[in-house]
């Protein structure tokens, strides 16, 4: 990365489900970085799969962002960046880093043939420098020659991801770290294209209280940002709120009251911690009431 280059961050969800609370953390350390550093903050919605996509989720992540205060620079749907991924694709298959594979169509009738696009795994070991994690490092040989399409014309997730921060600049790629084990995979396919590597920081997991993955299955609307919004939650706490998972302020008697200007001063991508961030509603209960009590004072 050139050093005067200004960084330019994404936040990428899928519109598959609500705004979920992990996806509004990811969003707010994206966007507290390119606060920081001057840089960009791009919202790209990743909607190439088309059956579990849907408008009213698009529109969940665009007005939860908007309640949070968070506000892209730049906003992009992938289901309007075919051409783009379609002339890379092309470009792979033409090198030889891609082949067109006829197989047995999944789910189809027997003897029904598919014609999907394999990525030519180079068989070898993948390093990485993770801003919160540290080296990771992966031998793709058990990944095998992976699909990276559907079809000559539709792309699936790996290829649109990388396309899409190569064709963005992206210089860092903040995100949950339920991403790690595809990065080996993307970076096979950055390598391929002659694309710049970028940065990689991956965030820590958010748990609920007794420690298991939060999930919508066990724990239900507690799981998406709507959810607090709806519980009257003032958007200033949830912010603070959703900044303490997996990240806390340097000085051990700092306050953890933090508008979004404090965390712009005090927060640090490479303090983030590696372990899973707890949901904790009482803190979040404790952050609101902060808030109003502020709010009341105002009012006075
Ligand atoms: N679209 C992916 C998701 O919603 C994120 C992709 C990424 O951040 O690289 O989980």
Known sequence: MNTKQKPIV???????GPLHIGGART?????????QT???FILRIEDTDKERSEKKYEEDILSGLEWLGIKPDEIYKQSERTDLYQKHLDALIKSGAAYVSREAKKDGAEGEIAEVVRFKNPNKRVTFQDMVRG???????ELKDFVIAR????????????VDDFEMKVTHVIRGEDHISN???QILIQEALGATRPLYAHLPLILAPDRSKLSKRKHGEAVSLAHY?????????????????????SASDASEVLSFDDLVTQFQ??????????????????????????KDMIVK
Do not use: C
């Open 27 to 35: 969003a707010l350390f994206n966007y507290i970085f390119a606060k």
């Open 10 to 16: 994404r936040f990428a969800p899928s519109p598959t």
């Open 151 to 162: 079809s000559v014309s539709e792309p699936l997730y790996h290829l649109a991801v990388v």
């Open 183 to 185: 990065t080996p995979r």
């Open 269 to 294: 991508l490479q303090r983030v911690q590696k372990g899973g961030a707890v949901l904790d509603g009482n803190k979040l209960n404790w952050l609101n009431r902060q808030y109003l009590k502020k």
């Open 229 to 249: 919004r709806n519980m009257n939650i003032a958007p200033e706490a949830m912010l603070n709120f959703l900044a303490l998972l997996g990240w806390h302020p």
């Open 135 to 141: 080296e990771v490092s992966f031998d793709t040989t």
């Open 38 to 40: 001057g840089g960009k």
